[in-house]
């Protein structure tokens, strides 16, 4: 068996380790002096920025659902406002349904009224004048009969009360 040359053991200090240990430690401690509190600041200022930014998120978040509340109260509101002037409008209708039908129900009665007075008095115009022109007639007839005038007036008086004689009795009989 061959053997190369050399031992391997236990690290040999000489010139070659003490250098390297030397730029080890020169460059740990410009690393530790410059670069690592950089990069150390960096990343702090990142955990704030993030920190904020969470902060803020949570913040909106918040307002939204804050102002989805408030909308939600707002509509609520506007569908209470709503209903009530469904409400409103539909007794509004129903009470003028009522007046209408009131107002139309007391003109019925009115023009039947005024038709009553009117059939009324036609009728009275209309007896009025058979009466006239019976004692016309009768007054006529009479003087024919007679052969002589007589005085119309009192005639007409005797005529109207024989013909209102006649109108009772034919009235109950």
């Known amino acids: 068996m061959l053997f190369l040359a ?3 053991g236990v690290i ?3 010139g070659t380790v003490i250098v390297e240990l030397l730029t080890f430690l020169v460059m740990f401690g410009l690393l530790a002096r410059y670069v690592y509190p950089e990069i150390v600041k960096q ?6 920025t993030i920190a904020e930014q969470l902060a803020a998120a949570e913040k909106a978040r918040a307002e939204a659902d804050a102002h989805l509340k408030e909308a939600q109260a707002k509509l609520e509101d506007a569908r209470k406002t709503a209903q009530g002037v469904i409400d409103a409008a539909g007794k509004s209708a129903e009470q003028l349904r009522q ?3 009131q107002k139309a129900e007391e003109e019925a009665r009115r023009i039947t009224e005024a038709s009553r007075k009117e059939i009324e008095a036609e009728r009275d115009r209309a007896i009025q004048s058979v009466r006239g022109e019976v004692a016309n007639l009768v ?10 005038t007589l005085d119309a007036n009192k005639h007409k008086q005797l005529i109207d009360k024989a013909i209102d004689q006649v109108g009772r009795d034919g009235g109950t009989g």
């Open 6 to 8: 050399g031992e391997a």
């Open 99 to 101: 007046e209408m039908r």
């Open 139 to 148: 007054v006529t007839a009479t003087e024919k009969v007679i052969g002589e």
């Open 43 to 48: 990343a702090e200022a990142r955990q704030r």
């Open 12 to 14: 040999d200090i000489n």
